[in-house]
Structures are given as structure tokens and as C-alpha cells.
């Protein structure tokens, strides 16, 4: 099964790359692997890798799945070391790794892709890992923030204001001790609270709390996808290390806060989803007012 599923990705990525890349193959029979990861092929492009042609590779492999870079400035995986720390060392560095964790197939493993230099043009090649693996570590705030590094998807337009250059509702300002990125989808449906909550019995209220919680735990995921994959290097954590339970559980609303929310039935000017304070005493809030504006505002300290 696994070999037929590593000839099938094999063609799926010859025909992203069409005539202008070919797919590397090991020997016959051969199980490449780097350490516990399992090489499950590559792509070869003659010519730099640029704009559609890079993401039509990924998306080839990917599916529907989100690709997160790695930070070179975030928490380090073993998992993911163990690949990169012979790359890294050698003279054929890195210039780009993505890790992927939701799978089309229903594999639970994840993937990584790291982005080579190869003569004039390039190589991806795709790993499958054990597990992202890292202990989960106290958030943290980077001590130097350049906005060139932090918001190099975005165009400055004031001194103090930053548009993304593919998402013009995705918005940041900057100043000395608040960064704060929202996101407008304009159009969006008021979340509209039921005022006869408190009324139902034990049985209702979890059906209403499960709708709720299923609807925040979407939002949550656009948010994170709109804010923390749209800079570099804010945080300590890795994308995909947001996602995580054991990374992010006891900063999540928490279920007896929605429903006191919904008891009252009246709809607060922001649910807030996440909130941490660093060992630093630095605040970080994810928020969205349920009719569309998100917002994640990070304030430092003097």
C-alpha cells in the first residue's frame, strides 16, 4: 500500500511541475529515510521554483491541507532537527521548510518539505515524520521585532499601519508596545445569541454549546492561518504548535465561559478564544466579535 501510495504522489508531482521538473527517484526497492523520517520523494526544477509553479508542488502533495513554515527562530522539533541539522551543517543549506499536518489520506503523520538549492535551480523534497514532537514551552515574545522579518507579506502604508499585499482586509498596526492584526470579512452574519438559553434544560444548552464551540474552533483556525502564518517570528511557537492542545489548552475559552456568555444572552463586544500572559508579563489576545472583525493584538512591555 505504502509503495503504491509513493508511486501516486510521484505522479501527482510530475504533472504540478509539467515539463519543467522532474520527479528523483531512489533505487528500485529502496526505503530512504533520514533518521526516523521517511524521504517520500522529490522534485526537480531546472529553474528557480517561483510564485504558482512552488505552491502547485506543495498543493500536489498537500491537497487541501495547510502548509506552515518552519521559523528558524521558533521551537525546535526533534522530529524536524533530526532532518534539518545535517542540511543546515552542510553546504547545501535550506532555503525554505513547510511542515504540513492534515493529511487527505487519514494518515496521522506529518509532512515536511524543505526547498534546496540545486545548480541553477532547486529541489523539494518531501519527508513524512513520526510526530511533531517538541515539549510544549511557556508562549514567549521575540525581544527584537523587525517589521521587515515580522510583516515582509505586508506594504507599509503610514508609519504606523501595514497592509497584506494578497489580503487587503488583513490589517496591521505597530507601535512601540501593541501589535495588532485584524481581519474584516465583510459581508459575514451576525453570531446571533438566543436570549432563552438559561431556559433550556441540561441536554439543550449542550447541543447549543457544541454548536458554539465548533463555530469558535473554526474561527480560531481562520485566525491563525490570517495572523500567525502571515508574519514571521512574533512568537516562539511554531504554527502548527497554535493548534495543539497540550500547547494552547489552558489559554482557550473555556467551556464554562461560553456558557455563562450565553446565559446572559447578550451579545459581548468580543469573544475572546485565546489569551496568555508571558513569563514576561506580555499579553496576547485572539478575539473576534462574531460578525465578521478578528483581531490578534500582542502588547509588549516598556
Keep these: 500500500m505504502k509503495n503504491s501510495y509513493i508511486s501516486f504522489l510521484f505522479v501527482l508531482l510530475a504533472a504540478a511541475v509539467m515539463c519543467a521538473a522532474a520527479p528523483l527517484k531512489s533505487g528500485k526497492g529502496a526505503k530512504l529515510t533520514s533518521g526516523s523520517a521517511i524521504v517520500m520523494g522529490a522534485v526537480e526544477s ?13 498543493d500536489s502533495v498537500g491537497g487541501s491541507g495547510t502548509w506552515m513554515e518552519w521559523d528558524v527562530n521558533g521551537v525546535k ?20 521548510v513547510w511542515v504540513l499536518t492534515e493529511r487527505e489520506d487519514g494518515n496521522a503523520k506529518p509532512l515536511m518539505a524543505v526547498l534546496l538549492p540545486k545548480g541553477n535551480g532547486e529541489t523539494i523534497v518531501f519527508y513524512e515524520l513520526k510526530s511533531l514532537d517538541a515539549k510544549p514551552e511557556a508562549l514567549s515574545i521575540n525581544g527584537v521585532l523587525d517589521p521587515l522579518v515580522v510583516l515582509r507579506d505586508y506594504r507599509q502604508v503610514n508609519d504606523n499601519e501595514f497592509v497584506h499585499r494578497d489580503q487587503p482586509n488583513l490589517k496591521a498596526y505597530v507601535n512601540k508596545n501593541i501589535i495588532r492584526l485584524s481581519y474584516e470579512k465583510r459581508g459575514e452574519n451576525p453570531l446571533v445569541l438566543d436570549p432563552g438559553f438559561s431556559k433550556k434544560n441540561m441536554m439543550e444548552k449542550r447541543v447549543v454549546l457544541r454548536d458554539f464551540e465548533d463555530y469558535f474552533k473554526y474561527e480560531y483556525s481562520l485566525m491563525l492561518r490570517a495572523f500567525v502564518q502571515s508574519t514571521r517570528s512574533i512568537f516562539n511557537w511554531q504554527a502548527w504548535h497554535w493548534y495543539m492542545p497540550s500547547w494552547n489548552g489552558k489559554f482557550m475559552m473555556k467551556q464554562d465561559e461560553l456558557e455563562a456568555i450565553l446565559n446572559r444572552g447578550i451579545t459581548p463586544d468580543f469573544f475572546i478564544l485565546f489569551k496568555a500572559t508571558t513569563p514576561k508579563g506580555e499579553s ?6 462574531g460578525s465578521g472583525l478578528s483581531v490578534l493584538e500582542v502588547k509588549t512591555k516598556n
Design 284 to 289: 496576547i489576545e485572539l478575539r473576534t466579535n
Design 46 to 58: 531546472k529553474n528557480l521554483f517561483e510564485g504558482d509553479r512552488l505552491f502547485a508542488v506543495l
Design 77 to 96: 522539533d526533534p522530529s524536524v532537527m533530526e532532518v534539518l541539522n545535517p542540511l543546515l551543517k552542510s553546504s547545501n543549506k535550506p532555503k525554505m
